[in-house]
């Protein structure tokens, strides 16, 4: 089969995914210890590793016998890179929120 890319933001739109990012993101972890935090089978959550290492957002390193899987952070900054739009758009609505709540509150007054 051969390695095609992944888009990333498909790859975060899987609960299980989310989850093994966060379950790595302060360690590298084997998959073995990856999957006793999921009821599916090993091959399932080898699965979805296949997926977030076709994405680039974790990669593989040998460690004696075992293989371990870590994160890659460049690959999380391009991801909170695309969110700062929406942020700085949902700051900018709570502050204009928060101004109309203010001025309802002094009306009272």
């Known amino acids: 089969m ?3 890319r992944r888009d990333i933001y498909q790859a975060i739109a899987d609960p299980t ?6 379950l790595i993101a302060l360690q590298s972890m084997t998959p073995n210890a ?5 009821d599916m089978s090993r091959q399932a959550v080898s699965k979805h ?3 977030l290492s076709e994405c680039e957002l974790v990669s593989q390193k040998q460690q004696g016998r075992e293989i371990h899987y870590q ?3 460049h690959k999380m900054k391009e991801i909170d890179k695309w969110l700062e739009q929406f942020r700085k ?3 900018t609505r709570f502050n204009q929120l ?6 309802m509150k002094n009306k009272k007054k």
């Open 17 to 22: 995914r989310r989850a093994i990012i966060t």
């Open 98 to 103: 928060d101004d109309l709540l203010l001025t």
């Open 49 to 51: 590793l296949q997926i």
């Open 34 to 38: 990856i999957a006793e935090h999921f």
């Open 2 to 4: 051969s390695s095609m």
């Open 71 to 73: 994160l890659q952070v």
């Open 89 to 91: 758009i949902w700051e």
